[in-house]
Structures are given as C-alpha cells and as structure tokens.
C-alpha cells in the first residue's frame, strides 16, 4: 500500500521563488490536509480539503495556496518563499471525519528558503 | 478551548524497561478520539493507538497501551518492554466529533532508550 506519497523529500529554495508540495493518497480519503513542523510549535495546520473542489483555510494558511481537482491530490503552492516558511510539511489524510478516525501521513518534505 | 499537553520534553527509559508518557487534554465536547503518533529520527509520522472518548477498556496494539482517565482528562501512553527502535518522538493527538476540521496535536515528548 502506498498510503500517502509527498514529493519532493527535500527542497532548497531561494527567497521570492514558488514551488508546489506534491502529495497523492490511493486510499480514496476524502479529508487531506497540509501540516507544517517547526521546532518547539508542534505541528500547524496550513490548509485542508473535505473533497474534491472544496477546500479551506487552517491556522496558518499566508504564503500558501492549495486545491483540490481529485480525490487522490492534494498539492501545496508556495507563491513566494520567504525564510520563515523553512520547515518540514506534512500532508495527511482521514478516511472520515470525527473523533474515531486519525491521520496517516506522508514522509514529509523538508524545506529550506535562503 | 481545546488543547493537548505534554509535559515532559525528553526522556529516558533503560532497555527492556516501561516507560509511561504522559498527555493531558482539555475540551467541553463529549465525543472525541485520542491518538498517539510515533516520529523516528527519519521523520515520519506513524500512528501508533486510539482511543474513543466513549470507549470503557483502555486501548492496547502489542506493545502500546492508553491508559485512558476521562475524569482527569488524561490519555498516557505506556510502552512495555521498551526497545532501541522505540527511541523517538512522541505526540499525543485529539481529535473532535463535532468539529472534524480541528486535530489538536501536543507538542511531543522524546524518548531515548537506553541499550
């Protein structure tokens, strides 16, 4: 089973530059979500989406954009790296919602902004 | 509103030996779930037990169990038999019936095994 599949592994960007998180789940989950890791502040969520075509903000949603054409994708748009969004992202998600179903997740993208 | 406490940054436990983490939350809905999650140094994040706000027995999946006390709003994680590969970090996670945009992760404990 291949679960969750987040591509790149690891990214370097410079300042001003975009890139897109690409994450695709065979699980036919309809919940996705994109999290960001930093040091110290546990793990922050950035945008989700309850199915295809309809998606929403999380705690931190500036500087990110996301959409939802499938069920199976679910990719993150950085419009312009800044440094402060140097961290490790993390897409997951749900087979339901509600308090019975957790999150698996992918293997994370490391990024770094200079 | 709704939070998840882990008080112990780091830890350490000998080989073979059990080890309790602890974790604390706090919300007003009755119906919520709890998970523990495990992330190895190669930063993975791999579920590891849950327990429903509803359930009576306390959780076990093979070497991990939830000692589940819904009066004291606390869901410690206890590793029997603690093994090398246990050494990682550790988050506790809730999640709300009522409200399923909302996963309220702690901010994680790190547990090294001692060989």
């Known amino acids: 089973n291949a679960g969750v599949t987040q591509t790149p592994k690891f990214q370097v960007l410079k300042t001003g530059q975009s890139m897109t998180l690409q994450c695709a789940q065979d699980?036919?989950?309809?919940?996705m979500s994109w999290y960001r890791q930093d040091p110290g502040m546990g793990l922050r969520l950035i945008h989700y989406?309850?199915?295809?075509?309809?998606?929403d903000q999380g705690e931190v949603p500036n500087g990110y954009n996301v959409s939802r054409s499938t069920t199976e994708d679910f990719p993150l748009r950085l419009l312009s790296a800044a440094p402060s969004q140097t961290s490790v992202y993390f897409c997951?998600?749900?087979?339901?919602?509600?308090?019975?179903?957790?999150?698996?997740f992918g293997s994370g993208t490391r990024l770094t902004v200079v | 509103a709704q939070k998840i406490t882990q008080t112990q940054p780091g830890m350490f436990v000998q080989e073979k030996e059990a080890v309790t983490l602890d974790c604390t939350y706090d919300?007003?809905?009755?119906?919520?779930?709890l998970f523990w999650y495990k992330q190895p140094s190669s930063g993975e994040m791999i579920f590891l037990i849950y327990?429903?706000?509803?359930?009576?027995q306390n959780a076990t999946e093979g070497r991990y169990s939830l000692n589940f006390q819904k009066a004291r709003k606390s869901a410690n994680l206890v590793i029997s038999a603690s093994q090398l590969g246990d050494s990682a970090m550790y988050f506790c996670?809730?999640?709300?019936?009522?409200?399923?945009?909302?996963?309220?992760f702690g901010s994680g404990t790190k547990l090294n095994v001692k060989p």
């Open positions: 997951a998600s749900r087979e339901g919602l509600g308090g019975n179903y957790g999150y698996t």
């Open positions: 699980m036919n989950h309809e919940y």
């Open positions: 989406s309850v199915g295809a075509g309809i998606t």
């Open positions: 919300t007003s809905d009755q119906s919520y779930g």
């Open positions: 327990q429903g706000s509803y359930d009576e």
């Open positions: 996670a809730m999640s709300l019936t009522n409200n399923f945009n909302k996963f309220y």
